[in-house]
């Protein structure tokens, strides 16, 4: 098994802009989220998703659309890129034992 | 969600065992308590989690106050390897897995 794999691991962008972070488990997983990750500080979830089809917000959800068309699949997408969404994006899934299993990581930088 | 509480840091020597403290005073009873660390530059990773009884794994022990309002994760001979941010995490079964991270305890271990 992959495990949760998440693409592109680093990417620049410039005010107004917009791009989709790709996050995919093939563990069979119901249950997927996204966390941001800011300097010095502990996760916070930005949306999550129990199924396929179904989604909703967490913690900091201004700015960021999700989708969930399969289980497979849970890309965030940062709709206009502000320097406030400097950051690292972290991918998870949910194991019916209740282990949540992280992606390596897309860090992010808005100029 | 009931909150926990963490050292801000604390230093180990390599090959001595190590206990990190954390105290959640305002657990309910459906809380499982989980811990979670975080490599440099990478995602967060499961370590252990429990109810009530002490539990046992390959990465560490988990040690629960009787009253619950205190657990320690015990990582019995610590390597270089183990130097990260420890997070303690409360999650009540059948939450959707949302975690809540605060700021956690960074490992230093000393050769």
């Known amino acids: 098994n992959a495990g949760v794999t998440q693409t592109p691991k680093f990417q620049v962008l410039k005010t107004g802009q917009s791009m989709t972070l790709q996050c995919a488990q093939d563990?069979?997983?119901?249950?997927m989220s996204w966390y941001r990750q800011d300097p010095g500080m502990g996760l916070r979830l930005i949306h999550y998703?129990?199924?396929?089809?179904?989604?909703d917000q967490g913690e900091v959800p201004n700015g960021y659309n999700v989708s969930r068309s399969t289980t497979e699949d849970f890309p965030l997408r940062l709709l206009s890129a502000a320097p406030s969404h400097t950051s690292v994006y972290f991918c998870?899934?949910?194991?019916?034992?209740?282990?949540?299993?992280f992606g390596p990581g897309t860090r992010l930088l808005v100029l | 969600d009931a909150k926990t509480t963490q050292p801000n840091s604390m230093e180990s020597n390599e090959e001595e065992p190590v206990h990190l403290p954390c105290n959640h005073s305002?657990?309910?009873?459906?809380?499982?308590i989980h811990w979670y660390r975080q490599l440099p530059s990478q995602g967060p990773e499961y370590v252990i989690h429990?109810?009530?009884s002490n539990v046992n794994n390959r990465m560490a022990s988990l040690a629960i106050a009787e009253d619950r309002k205190s657990s320690t994760l015990i990582l019995h001979r610590a390597t270089l390897r183990d130097a990260a941010v420890y997070y303690c995490?409360?999650?009540?079964?059948?939450?959707?897995?949302?975690?809540?991270f605060g700021k956690g305890t960074k490992l230093s271990v000393k050769p």
């Open positions: 998870a899934s949910l194991s019916s034992g209740g282990t949540q299993y």
């Open positions: 563990m069979n997983h119901e249950y």
């Open positions: 998703s129990v199924g396929a089809g179904i989604t």
């Open positions: 305002t657990i309910s009873g459906t809380d499982y």
């Open positions: 429990g109810l009530t």
């Open positions: 995490i409360l999650m009540e079964w059948g939450s959707q897995g949302n975690l809540i």
